[in-house]
T-cell receptor, first 115, second 115 residues
Framework: GENVEQHPSTLSVQEGDSAVIKCTYS??????FPWYKQELGKGPQLIID?????GEKKDQRIAVTLNKTAKHFSLHITETQPEDSAVYFC??????????????FGTGTQLKVEL | EAQVTQNPRYLITVTGKKLTVTCSQN?????MSWYRQDPGLGLRQIYY???????DKGDVPEGYKVSRKEKRNFPLILESPSPNQTSLYFC??????????????FGSGTRLTVV
C-alpha cells in the first residue's frame, strides 16, 4: 500500500519568513495530493491540493509543487503569519477509481510562527 | 452549513464497556470514513464506506465495527474498548465531482480515553 513520509516534524519560523514542508510517497499510481491544516481542537481542513497532471499550484501565500519522477511534493507558505501556526498534514490518494480509495496521511508537521 | 458532526467530543470510559461514536453528514456524500490520530503516526484509516450497506476495512480495523444503514450516518462501534484504543478519532465524508473535483470534509474529532 501507499506510504507517505513527511518532514520536518516541527518547524519554527519568524513571522514574514517562508516555510517549506516536504513529503514523499511510495505508490507511483497515486494521483491526488492534498494538504490539510489542523488547528488545535479542530478537524483537518483542506488548504490546497494538486493532481498528478500538474507540477505546481498556487493560492495566494500557499503553493504546492509535485515531482512525479522523484515521488515527492512540497508545501510552501510565504510571508508567514501567526495564524499559520498549526499542524499540517500531507496526504496521497489514488482518486477516480471504483475501489476503496483513501487518503494516506503523512505524520504531520507542527508549524510555529514566532513574532 | 455543510458539515460532518461527531458526538461526543470527549469520552472517558472503562475497558470492556461497549461504546458508539456517532457521525452524521448533511452533504449527501456517498463515501464516509473513520480515522484515528495518534502522536507521531498521523491519521490512519479504520473503516470506510462507499455507500449504504457497503463498508470495508482500512489500515487499522482491529477492535472496531461500523455500520452504514443510511447515507448520512456512519457510527463507529467499539465492542470491548481497550487502553490502546485511546486516541483522537475523526469521521470524514467525501465527494467526487463530475468535473474531477474532490474534497474531504472532516468532523471536529472525538477524544476517547479508555482506562
Amino acid at each position: 500500500g501507499e506510504n507517505v513520509e513527511q518532514h520536518p516534524s516541527t518547524l519554527s519560523v519568524q513571522e514574514g519568513d517562508s516555510a517549506v514542508i516536504k513529503c514523499t510517497y511510495s505508490d507511483s499510481a497515486s494521483n491526488y495530493f492534498p494538504w490539510y491544516k489542523q488547528e488545535l481542537g479542530k478537524g483537518p481542513q483542506l488548504i490546497i491540493d494538486i493532481r498528478s497532471n500538474v507540477g505546481e499550484k498556487k493560492d495566494q501565500r500557499i503553493a504546492v509543487t509535485l515531482n512525479k519522477t522523484a515521488k515527492h511534493f512540497s508545501l510552501h507558505i510565504t510571508e508567514t503569519q501567526p495564524e499559520d501556526s498549526a499542524v499540517y498534514f500531507c496526504a496521497a490518494s489514488l482518486a477516480f477509481t471504483g475501489g476503496g480509495n483513501k487518503l494516506t496521511f503523512g505524520t504531520g508537521t507542527q508549524l510555529k510562527v514566532e513574532l | 452549513e455543510a458539515q460532518v458532526t461527531q458526538n461526543p467530543r470527549y469520552l472517558i470510559t472503562v475497558t470492556g464497556k461497549k461504546l458508539t461514536v456517532t457521525c452524521s453528514q448533511n452533504m449527501n456524500h456517498e463515501y464516509m470514513s473513520w480515522y484515528r490520530q495518534d502522536p507521531g503516526l498521523g491519521l490512519r484509516q479504520i473503516y470506510y464506506s462507499m455507500n449504504v450497506e457497503v463498508t470495508d476495512k482500512g489500515d487499522v480495523p482491529e477492535g472496531y465495527k461500523v455500520s452504514r444503514k443510511e447515507k448520512r450516518n456512519f457510527p463507529l462501534i467499539l465492542e470491548s474498548p481497550s487502553p490502546n484504543q485511546t486516541s483522537l478519532y475523526f469521521c470524514a465524508s467525501r465527494f467526487l465531482g463530475r468535473t474531477g473535483s474532490i474534497g474531504y470534509t472532516f468532523g471536529s474529532g472525538t477524544r476517547l480515553t479508555v482506562v
